[in-house]
């Protein structure tokens, strides 16, 4: 029984270690990946400056929002109850607003940005499919916060790059 058991362990060892030499797994930092490209230049240029221009806007917004809460303190203490408890009201009313607007202008931005970039990462996902099947690949990861060490030969970001640009 101890031999058999011996036997096992050791056809079992063996045949770990051919399947371990013949697996190889590489990594692309898709962020990084992206923002390499031309196109993903372009896509954040675009979204910059789609991003700035929301932000100048509910800048303007929050200082209107500053101005009515300082007129508010100033004329506190000559407004009646009831001119003041409406002042109060409209300004909660505008802040709520003025957050309604952040939030519809994140999403936007969130949307946008899945729009230029899914184009970018379809074609990037071909791309890695092909070259890890051309380098005997068996698995290729996203280079995320879960992988700790990668040996820069198994990082492919840079070639995944360069085949995007090559394809246009």
Avoid at 1 to 13: N, P, Y
Avoid at 69 to 89: F, G, N, R, T
Avoid at 141 to 148: P, R
Wanted: avoid cysteine.
């Amino acid at each position: 029984m101890t031999k058999s058991l011996l036997s096992l362990v050791a056809v079992v060892g063996f045949s770990f270690s051919t399947y371990a030499a013949e697996f190889k797994a590489g990594v692309v930092n898709l962020q990084k990946a992206i923002q390499s490209t031309s196109a993903g230049k372009k896509a954040k240029t675009e979204l910059e400056a789609d991003f700035e221009k929301k932000k100048k806007d509910l800048q303007k917004k929050e200082g209107d929002l500053k101005k009515m809460q300082e007129d508010i303190e100033k004329k506190k203490s000559v407004l009646s109850e009831e001119v003041l408890a409406k002042k109060q009201d409209e300004f909660r009313e505008e802040m709520m607003k003025f957050q309604q607007v952040v939030q519809k202008n994140q999403g936007e931005i969130q949307k946008k940005e899945q729009e230029l970039t899914q184009p970018i990462l379809e074609k990037m996902k071909k791309i890695i499919e092909k070259m890890s099947k051309d380098k005997g690949y068996s698995m290729v990861l996203e280079n995320t916060a879960m992988v700790l060490y990668v040996e820069s030969a198994h990082d492919l970001t840079d070639e995944v790059v360069k085949a995007f640009e090559k394809e246009k």
